[in-house]
């Protein structure tokens, strides 16, 4: 059993996510940064599915009741263990009473734990992600305990990665979305040709940019939309849906971003700068 001391701002059990209810009104949910929660259950032989704790911005305390393996992959929060300085992107043994903590925000906004073998929190709709409207709570609180499989000998094929530039990464990588054919040269200018900040209006949901371009205004019915889709509204505002997003909106949905770019874009926090950057 793990116990959580200290919530932090924002801990949440995710996995891959909820996928087939979209046409239900139910959000994917799961890893908002998929890249980096997928290299910590990898380098823990977990299976791609399971479940880790996405850890936003202030970490929580920890006390683990039983002897595990753990990984920590995402942005940099300065974490400890039982005190002592402990690394990102590689596998770490715990005791039985050990404390991991976190401290300073070093670079990113999001931190992924993984534990051997995935936190073994109910499944509802074949997924473990925490997300209110599904799972009645959308993060953890002091207090709360998690399950997870003792593990006291695991001997892991790769012991550690080269934590890479994932976190520097500007660029959004996109293709274009359904009503794309109604920018204008000007509007595709001003999306591609410059850099946006993010706003402070920015959660699991969505992200939205500080800056505008010239809106547009057409007639269309509500449509299906998907976590990376950029809706840009009549003001000229530009509205990045993220892994809790809507399913159905009814503004144009003008670029559609890929998952790496969705993961980059997840380790941003108010004030970082972006660039969108068509695949051809």
């Not at 850890?55 to 595990?68: D, N, Q, R, S, V």
Request: charged share 25%; with cysteine.
């Amino acid at each position: 059993m793990l116990k959580v001391l200290k919530s932090g701002l924002f801990t949440a059990v995710q996995d891959i996510g909820r996928y087939g209810y979209l046409n239900k009104g139910v959000p994917v949910a799961g890893f908002m940064d998929g890249v980096s929660a997928k290299k910590a259950n990898r380098l823990l032989d977990n299976d791609a599915h399971a479940a880790v704790l996405e850890i936003t911005m202030t970490g929580p305390t920890l006390f683990f009741e039983e002897a595990t393996y753990i990984c920590m992959t995402g942005a940099l929060l300065s974490a400890t263990l039982n005190n002592e300085p402990i690394n990102n992107y590689e596998v770490i043994k715990i005791k039985e009473g050990d404390i991991l903590s976190y401290g300073k925000l070093e670079k990113g906004f999001r931190n992924y734990l993984a534990i051997k073998g995935g936190f073994k929190t109910p499944l509802f709709l074949g997924s473990r992600s925490l997300f209110s409207s599904v799972t009645k709570k959308n993060h953890l609180v002091d207090g709360n305990e998690l399950e997870y499989d003792e593990c006291s000998h695991f001997e892991p094929k790769i012991s550690k990665l080269k934590v890479d530039s994932f976190l520097d990464e500007k660029d959004l990588m996109v293709t274009q979305g359904p009503e794309y054919g109604h920018l204008s040269d000007k509007q595709l200018e001003m999306i591609f040709g410059k850099k946006f900040s993010i706003s402070n209006e920015n959660n699991r949901m969505a992200y939205q940019l500080e800056e505008k371009i010239v809106g547009l205004s057409i007639s269309m019915i509500t449509s299906a939309t998907l976590p990376g889709t950029v809706q840009l509204t009549p003001s000229g505002k530009l509205i990045i849906l993220m892994k809790d997003g809507q399913t159905t909106g009814g503004y144009p949905r003008i670029l559609q971003l890929s998952d790496r770019a969705i993961s980059v874009l997840a380790q941003k926090k108010y004030g970082d700068e972006v660039r969108f950057k068509l695949n051809a």
